[in-house]
């Protein structure tokens, strides 16, 4: 089973403590090495984001930043788990790194399995 995670949370949080990326990057390392993550990575600022939206029969284009935006995905990743409690547990360690390496950040993992259509 496929999934894709967001980490999601306030654009304004500021860089990740050294700790953080030495602690993230070895639980990325070790899932790349046993086949359980196929792609991760970062994602830029809402303000160099475009939205397209369909409503009313018109088509609309509205450049970041948004202001109702109060969460914003920072970074993903595509796994390859045997069930979805699996790919819980997994974001569920994201979450604790975050609150041992970098105290008093707050945010979420969206996590949301992906179809194939081969």
Same mark, same amino acid.
């Given at each position: 089973m496929?999934?894709?995670?967001?980490v999601k949370m306030t654009e304004d949080v500021g860089d990740p403590p050294p700790a953080l990326? &030495? !602690?993230?990057?070895? &639980?990325?390392?070790?899932?790349?090495?046993?086949g359980s993550m196929i792609e991760a990575g970062g994602l830029s600022g809402m303000?160099?984001?475009? &939205? =397209?939206?369909?409503?009313?029969?018109? =088509? $609309?284009?509205?450049?970041?930043?948004?202001?109702e935006g109060k &969460?914003? !995905?920072?970074?993903?990743?595509? $796994?390859?788990?045997?069930?979805?409690e699996e790919a819980v547990e997994g974001a569920r360690r994201v979450l604790e790194l975050h609150l041992e390496h970098w105290p008093g950040w707050e945010g979420s993992?969206? =996590?949301?399995?992906?179809?194939s259509s081969q």
């Amino acid at each position: 089973m496929r999934y894709i995670t967001f980490v999601k949370m306030t654009e304004d949080v500021g860089d990740p403590p050294p700790a953080l990326v &030495e !602690a993230m990057g070895k &639980e990325m390392q070790a899932a790349f090495a046993d086949g359980s993550m196929i792609e991760a990575g970062g994602l830029s600022g809402m303000r160099d984001s475009t &939205e =397209i939206r369909l409503a009313d029969a018109t =088509i $609309t284009q509205t450049d970041g930043p948004y202001a109702e935006g109060k &969460e914003v !995905a920072g970074g993903y990743a595509i $796994t390859e788990v045997r069930s979805h409690e699996e790919a819980v547990e997994g974001a569920r360690r994201v979450l604790e790194l975050h609150l041992e390496h970098w105290p008093g950040w707050e945010g979420s993992v969206e =996590i949301r399995q992906m179809f194939s259509s081969q």
